[in-house]
């Protein structure tokens, strides 16, 4: 398998924007195809993904440049996957309402149906034994008690919303409905939505993240911004993004240092980092393809993403000497 390393250089950014970091940035091509994407570090350190149009799980150990692949339900057309503590792969199964758990010793898979959540999309771990998902046509947020496999359902907005991204904030779901200018909260207990209105209306976000001072980070694919709002009071405030108008933000995580990052998808393909402590960009990575979700692994400081072009990539954040 191929791989490429290149430490980024910052000097497309103002002065007052850079940063003392630098982010050294590989990609791996995967023979396969598929659209590679939503990569996942598994506790033995590998990397797990999906190729959802390639209908496959597979796995890449960033030492070796090995990868294996693991071959799944014909018409899954897996969307995302997480890995639990014991390493066992949750997938979601987008086009066939289910979300598999695969034995990574055996392949053995079993599969866990979704009801009226008919394309289960992104999911995360509540650290409860719960996997909450979304559900984008189907208009759903569920969740999944791993251990009983009982499956719950929210219809999150009176009109299709297209439930998207989700985060998990002090015990509870946060989630991107795209269709709206909205992210919508669900109390674990009472099943109950609470909803957060962006900086402008025509704001539309897929992806969000919010950080330990209770603040929800959005990118505006609509518009070209990026977003945060203070969930304790409801107020919002947007940047616009460097790449302008026709940027289109999609893929939004945090680091283990608060920082913002997201992607860029018009027509030129980008990483940017955003930092809220000085409200200054401080970094503008161009990457193979375009990267529809993100995973920042604190263990290694590594951020991993898949790309349209087929490759499965990291940026490792390192301190300048």
Do not use: C
């Amino acid at each position: 398998m191929f791989a490429a390393s290149v430490i980024v250089a910052l000097s497309t950014l103002p002065a007052a924007a850079q940063t003392t970091d630098t982010f050294d940035l590989k990609e791996w091509d995967v023979e396969w195809g598929g659209r590679t994407r939503d990569p996942y570090v598994a506790p033995d350190g590998k990397v797990w993904f999906v190729g959802q149009a390639g209908n496959y799980i597979a796995y890449l150990d960033p030492k070796s440049g090995q990868q294996k692949r693991f071959e799944i339900e014909a018409g899954t057309n897996p969307h995302t996957l997480i890995v639990d503590a014991q390493g066992t792969v949750w997938y979601a199964g987008n086009r066939n309402g289910r979300i598999g758990k695969l034995d990574p010793a055996t392949g053995a898979i079993k599969t866990i149906m979704t009801g009226e959540a008919k394309d289960p999309h992104t999911m995360v771990f509540d650290g409860k034994g719960n996997i909450w998902f979304t559900s984008q046509g189907s208009n759903r947020v569920g969740r999944l008690n791993m251990t009983t496999e009982k499956v719950d359902l929210i219809v999150p907005n009176e009109t299709p919303s297209n439930p998207y991204g989700i985060v998990m904030h002090n015990g509870a779901p946060y989630i991107a409905l795209l269709r709206t200018n909205t992210i919508a909260k669900v109390d674990p207990n009472t099943l109950a939505v609470t909803k957060f209105k962006y900086a402008n209306d025509a704001s539309r976000s897929r992806r969000l993240d919010v950080l330990p001072d209770g603040t929800a980070w959005y990118g505006d694919e609509a518009r070209g911004y990026i977003g945060r709002i203070n969930l304790a009071t409801g107020e919002a405030k947007e940047w616009a993004a460097p790449g302008g108008a026709e940027s289109r933000p999609y893929a939004l995580t945090r680091d283990d240092q608060g920082r913002i990052w997201f992607t860029e998808t018009g027509d030129a393909k980008r990483l940017v980092g955003f930092d809220p402590k000085t409200e200054r960009f401080f970094a503008n990575i161009e990457v193979s393809g375009t990267i529809r979700h993100m995973h920042f692994d604190n263990k290694t400081r590594m951020m991993w993403f898949g790309t349209d072009a087929n490759k499965v990539g990291r940026i490792a954040l390192q301190k300048a000497r």
